[in-house]
């Protein structure tokens, strides 16, 4: 090595790391002048974290009632999944997809047999397995519709969120997402969400797609009416055009069951899972679809680096294994009974109204009592986390890992909050 600077530079910044000693506060204002402010955190610091617990640098404990938007259902550091990162670490880490690599085989036979669909195609964050849907779409309404080139569109919702590309915020409907990032991607057509009338209108010879997510979970936890999927399902069968569910924020295990859409039985030709799926470790997303549609993409029309890596396919195999046994999604359905209990009592006070699937809420509260920011803030003070989203709801997702009693203990600090 010749050049010194690069060495020193390097042996620098591992000693400022290895070391660091600054105070939540010194912390916060340090990000200010280096980090982009695309985000408007709580004020926590957060250094450790086990199962359904943070720690923050000076020592508090802070409750988890958000699990990385559904990123840690498993909790933080699951045993079973660290120990499937420590065992891969120590074999194989990256091949790219020049190579084939020993663990992916395994990693989408499991994914296939979990969900009762044949195909996968791994990516890494949720918004790119958005975009890898949009290109499959567009390119099997062409080759197998046979749309005319150029013509394809994709009707998507109304307060729909899947993520911040470009194309993605080209369908947004939320105008911050939107403002200063135009010209946007074309072929896009809105309606309104939970409305089978407007779809059934929107949809055409030129729609290779309906993309939904089975519950919004952005928009503030919303549910569709009870037969929303299955319409969904049989209008795009009987239209000749894909169902595509968003499940990266609903699926795997967070409504108490395995998948949103579930719930209705339904099984969509294009599904997308992401956040859980990485075990709050690495990301990891993945298209999963019927074999006639993923079929449309050959060598070098799409592909990502890490995707598939072998270290994400053993922790997504090792995610896949702990959903298998089922407990994940039981949990999920029971504790959301004691949840759904839980907030049906504080309807009327200090809550204007909820939404609740599974261990997920989003909880609307009354804006005499504060906003859902200043809420989230009093819930910190109380030792519990949690995310506010549109103003005035308040989110809660915690770990599928929670017991009743911390549960209990959530819903006893929000309802101190409201008082
Ligand atoms: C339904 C849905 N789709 C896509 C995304 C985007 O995922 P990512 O942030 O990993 O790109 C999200 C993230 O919140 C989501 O909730």
Known sequence: MTDTGTDTAATT????????TRSSEQL???????????????????????????????GRR????????????????????????????????????????????????????????????PMNTGAEAVESAVKVARKWAYEVKGVSPDRATIVVADGNFHGRTTTIVSFSTDETAR?????FTPGFRVVPYNDLAALESAVDETTAAVL????????????????????VREL???????????????????????????????VPDMLLLGKALGGGIVPVSAVVARREVLSVLGPGEHGSTFGGNPLSAAIGSAVLDLLATGEFQRRAAEL?????????????????????????AGVDIDPAIGTGREISE??????????????????????????????????????????
Not at 13 to 20: D, G, I, P, Y
Not at 336 to 353: H, Q
């Open 13 to 20: 910044s591992a000693t400022v790391s290895a070391s660091e």
């Open 28 to 58: 916060i204002r340090a990000e200010a002048p280096v980090l982009a402010h695309n985000y408007h955190p709580l004020p926590v610091v957060v250094a450790r974290a086990e199962g359904t617990w943070v720690e923050d640098v000076e």
């Open 62 to 121: 802070y409750l988890d009632m958000l699990a990385g938007y559904s990123a840690l259902n498993f909790g933080h550091r699951h045993p079973a999944l660290i120990e499937a990162a420590h065992r891969q670490l120590d074999e194989l880490t990256l091949t790219s997809r020049a190579f084939h690599h020993d663990r992916l085989a395994g990693f989408a036979e499991r994914l296939a047999a979990l969900t009762g669909l044949e195909m996968v195609l």
């Open 179 to 183: 403002a200063g990032f135009g010209p």
């Open 212 to 231: 939904i997510e089975p519950v919004q979970g952005e928009a503030g936890v919303v549910i569709p009416d009870d037969g929303y999927l299955t319409g």
């Open 236 to 266: 795009t069968r009987r239209a000749g055009c894909l169902f595509i569910a968003d499940e990266i924020q609903s699926g795997l295990g967070r409504t108490g069951r395995t998948l949103a859409v579930d719930h209705e039985g339904v």
């Open 336 to 360: 959301g009974e004691v949840l759904d209990r839980g907030l049906a009592a504080l309807a009327g006070s200090g809550v204007t109204g909820y939404r609740a699937r599974g261990l997920w």
């Open 378 to 419: 009093r819930l910190l003070a109380e030792g519990v986390l949690v995310k506010d989203t549109h103003g005035s709801t308040v989110r809660l997702a915690p770990p599928l890992t929670i017991t009743e009693e911390e549960l209990g203990s959530a819903l006893a600090a929000l309802t101190k909050v409201l008082s």
